[in-house]
């Protein structure tokens, strides 16, 4: 037994007696995943399977990935599909690089609770592990239609792009199988002028949308066409990701030359981030019209290893943040938008800085300002102490958005959302026992955080 | 009975033994209170009481106004003086929004202990609990003198613009009320170039002092007369509040140059900046010649909201935070006055990240400097924890200045002081069980800590 | 007995039993110390002795002193040479101003464990106990070589500039002193043309290397040469100290261009941040070919108080922190090193903000990268609780470098061990608890972060 039902709350035994009562009346709760990042592919045929353990656990996952690598293990050894046992046995062999790191949590938890795995995971006994979860895996109740209900998912939003024609939601849908998967819009490949093959995307999103993109009108056009289909197909958000949240508008004229420029293939970079920060600023407006919940996911700098991203490409491990800055930079979407009773903004940051010095001020106020969940990195048992600790007296937790797990590993789902329930019970169970809030507020508190607030933050 | 004697201390019984022992020490001092914004009118005429439970408890507590508003209550519904039953009934519904925040602890603590309410506020208790308040607000036992008697204020500070005619002290004095009230001297109005209505708060200056301010050197004359005249009336501090904590000084012809440009309207915002850093250096020098302590208060972005602060005016819940710098800023200023031994320099930040490493090294280091006490969305549970935490170790508690409650909702003073209380003897209680101080040391820093610090550096 | 066994310990009963259970395994480890200011001189001579308690425990010690003067204490009165038991008197007097600190910490410790001194000092023990120590220091089993082996220091690195002839660790190898003492090469005096003296510097690095320097060229042959001298007395590491760490390179050209201006007296601002930046570069570069290890530490204001500065030199406890930025500064040094199998570079930050947002996600992902332990102000009980709450997560703990004590005051050194040791075995005992980590992991954690992770990291 790897995992014990106490694993992560303080010792302290009157409190941690809190935190298990509180935690008992949300563990078996549906779970609300809307923001994340997994395959809609792998739902769209109900024939479809995970593949191998490697396939699974290890080779999409560059959480896990980037930990081997710094440790001086080669991507070539471990993303090819030659000899997934070879792959898992360096892993294996690796396994206490994760101790203490969210990884291995999600990763022991995964294995005991969706495998059965209860031994610890050694260059030893790796082998035998393999074996246990590769046979699994070719069993019917693990195709992944079948885990979505097994493990009580409500609902999933998945991340596309604005030209994706959203082939597989419509499948599924298709399909008649009613598992709720919804699409998310994210528009960066088509509003940041810089992304790798801009002048395709917009090909694509001409093509996507039937709106003949000539011009800064069109482009718009085409925009608010992609998210009327996204709408269509259950879609209640958008995201966008940004490295600084500048969102100063351009006048029209500005806007179009500098489109028109992009177009020709002769756009600078002080064009582009003048146009990302003109379209976070629209992207709000249509967010008015539409009533698509607007995310915004600012301060990555993507592909920090260039070596790394020639030879295997995006999402590697090397997405390194950088310091954040809300309060100035949201002025003009704020001033403009942040009053209406239409829109609504959830705000993320790599910059814990930003919690409590500007986040949880802006949506302590703001009535269309929340708090997305602690993001990425902090996505992690202390990340989300430090969130409780740093958001909530200021922001009231009325103002957050609830969980998300921003996942592309679907069986780390039921793990991260487990630590969240976890982390929120011992929260509220150390708040009771210091008679800053009641048993009955404590309750009420555990299933929002657990659903509520998210259902109700994304509309959905 | 809503408040726990134990409340707010860490669950370990060992060490809430001992953290219940210390605050035992200084739970009934004397309040110092030496920086707030309690208007100073409630005490200039003994027949002065506090009107209904609406306006004591929720119009002038921007605090609370802002919370209801992030939740699409609108200004118009809270600021009515029409049917304040109404308000609050808003309010109770909503009473829930404050869980877990200080603005929600210190409502139920003046409720309880000022009132004697010993129910949960709710939509469905909110009728009962507004007469109960009403009532007891008639009595001749809750005007504002009768409370400060009862509630062991000490000393109380108010903040007070430079042209004030500081009418009401005046008064008070003469009533021969023994009640000790001071002003602080805030220059803000009249040495930030972009104060709405600098040029009316210059003549406004004029008159007050009785300089007729035509140039640099009277505005200067100017001043130092309204610093005497504060001095007079008690005040020991002066209180300064910029964006930017710059202190570069002026060459005296540039001083002149921006000063008539200002007076003949004529400023831009680059003379703005500059003469504010230059004001900043200047009353350090007027410091080190009167005695008077220095307080700087940087890094508010002020009324952010325009189109609250259009319809509402100032101090409505969105004043938001920006990030901080104190160790460059700082060069001239302390490279000319920081090893003076008449000056002292009171810093406060609402940028949690210069504690440890700025704030810290400095006061630990330049005998001018001091820290001020967790400011503003600080001055709350966690913040105090975040503040021992990160301050205490570099700095030295000695280069503290205890607490002071910052408040314009004067019930929330005695709230304040007892959350800091707690938060003092819970930070000391823990050094002790872990051996870092003995006994002895922790009650003598427990009540340096409640009054010691803030009489010493504040010279009451 | 002032030292309790279980100090510092967090104090629920059974994670404390955890601790010290973790605790016992490695509080008699020896003592690994890769980086630190010991004076090499203290160990070349045998007959050396340390001086009286003034001269050992009080004068050498900025983190001392500027407490001190914080309080208007004068450096006059503490620094004379005339009366050593008044300048005791003066720190027993005001040593309750340590109450709660580091610096009081680490010397009640070295008191006690040194010393066997078990009363507190105040400024009526403060007699007695200078008698005890001073009859101590003129014992033969105080002297610095004895200590050395009595305190179990496995190894010892000093620091030591570019230019030195390392005269004293010379002196050791020839006396047949099995202590293990090496160099480090800090090569800021030369590097950092804005540094007091470069001139001269560079032609005492000329005289070290017998390189005549007349050029950029000529300039790396002499850095070159002194790597390799270092490296033939044990040397395993260098150390590079910038206020910012811009590590764009420079052509050829340019630096040779901007290295002429400097030896001609000519260069502005501008050309030291560049050269300073280059040099980053450059001594990345060097340690990919000599294989030394690169440590960094950025972000310290120097001599920030320039009356102090002028008066009594550099190291008087006016190095004040600025704020940091990782992320895009290393991305040129990144970018050519950063995947090198024979580069490691140990990054360093006074600026805890960067440990979740920057370090621990490039320590997380490159090869090359380690972190440092908390550094300077930050190697304090909270210090390290906030470095393992904020970095362990995201880095691994197998990607940073364990401890090292970086201090001059040779007695603080065990001080200085044993509380990162008990807050290693605090942290575990944490995790073990909470089921995070298995009794067995916590148990090899624990012995990697005493001594094991430090000799990997530092190549020893």
Redesign the interface.
């Known amino acids: 037994m790897m995992?014990?039902p106490?694993?992560?709350?303080?010792?302290?035994p009157?409190?941690k007696a809190a935190a298990l009562e509180l935690y008992a009346l949300v563990r078996d709760l549906p779970i609300v995943s809307p923001h994340g990042h997994v395959d809609p592919s792998l739902f769209s045929d109900s024939a479809r399977t995970f593949g191998n353990p490697v396939e699974l656990l290890i080779q999409p996952d560059h959480y896990v990935l980037?930990?081997l690598?710094?440790?001086?293990i080669s991507y070539e050894s471990l993303l090819t599909k030659e000899d997934p046992r070879q792959v898992w046995q360096i892993f294996a062999d690796n396994f206490?690089?994760?101790?203490?790191?969210?990884s291995g949590?999600w990763l022991e938890h995964s294995l005991e609770s969706v495998f059965g795995v209860s031994e610890?995971l050694t260059g030893e006994s790796a082998g035998r592990l393999y074996d246990q979860i590769d046979a699994a895996l070719k069993a019917p109740e693990f195709t992944p239609r079948a885990l979505f209900k097994q493990l009580r998912i409500e609902v999933l939003a998945t991340t596309d792009a604005a030209a994706d024609p959203l082939t597989h939601h419509q499948a599924m849908r298709a399909s008649g199988w009613d598992g709720r998967i919804i699409p998310t819009f994210r528009p960066d490949a088509v509003t940041n002028l810089s992304a790798p093959g801009w002048r395709q995307n917009i090909e694509a999103l001409s093509a996507a949308s039937g709106v003949n993109i000539t011009g800064y009108a069109s482009y718009i056009a085409a925009l608010e066409q992609r998210r009327a289909f996204f709408r269509s197909l259950g879609a209640t958000a958008t995201d966008t990701a940004t490295l600084i949240p500048d969102s100063t508008p351009l006048a029209p004229a500005q806007a179009e030359s500098i489109f028109q420029r992009a177009l020709r293939g002769q756009s600078n970079s002080g064009d582009a981030e003048r146009f990302s920060a003109h379209m976070l600023f629209e992207m709000a407006r249509m967010s008015v019209d539409d009533g698509l919940v607007m995310q915004l996911h600012p301060g990555s700098?993507r592909n920090?290893?260039?070596?790394?991203y020639a030879r295997y490409g995006a999402d590697r491990?090397?997405?390194?943040?950088?310091?954040a800055?809300f309060?100035?930079n949201l002025?003009p979407l704020?001033?403009q938008f942040?009053?209406h009773?239409n829109f609504s903004l959830l705000l993320f940051t790599?910059?814990?800085?930003t919690y409590?010095?500007?986040l949880?001020?802006?949506?302590?106020?703001?009535?269309a300002?929340k708090l997305g969940p602690p993001w990425w990195?902090?996505d992690?048992?202390?990340?989300m102490r430090?969130y409780f600790?740093?958001v909530?007296?200021?922001a009231?937790?009325?103002?957050t958005a609830g969980f998300n797990d921003d996942t592309r590993a679907f069986l780390s789902i039921p793990a991260r959302h487990d630590v969240w329930r976890r982390a929120a019970a011992n929260w509220l169970a150390?708040?009771q026992?210091?008679?800053?809030?009641?048993r009955q507020?404590a309750e009420?508190?555990a299933v929002d955080l657990a659903t509520g607030l998210a259902k109700k933050a994304y509309r959905l």
Not at 317 to 323: H, L, N, Q, R, Y
Not at 350 to 353: A, G, H, I, R, S
């Open positions: 995992l014990a106490d694993r992560l709350f303080d010792p302290e009157v409190q980037r930990m690598y710094s440790q001086h206490y690089l994760y101790r203490a790191t969210p949590m610890k700098y920090h290893n260039p070596q790394i491990g090397f997405d390194i943040p950088v310091s800055e309060t100035r002025v704020l001033e942040g009053n009773p790599l910059d814990e800085t409590a010095r500007e949880a001020p802006l949506a302590g106020a703001y009535p300002v990195f902090h992690s048992w202390n990340g430090r600790d740093q909530m007296e200021t009231g937790m009325y103002n150390g708040l026992v210091r008679h800053v809030i009641d507020d009420s508190m």
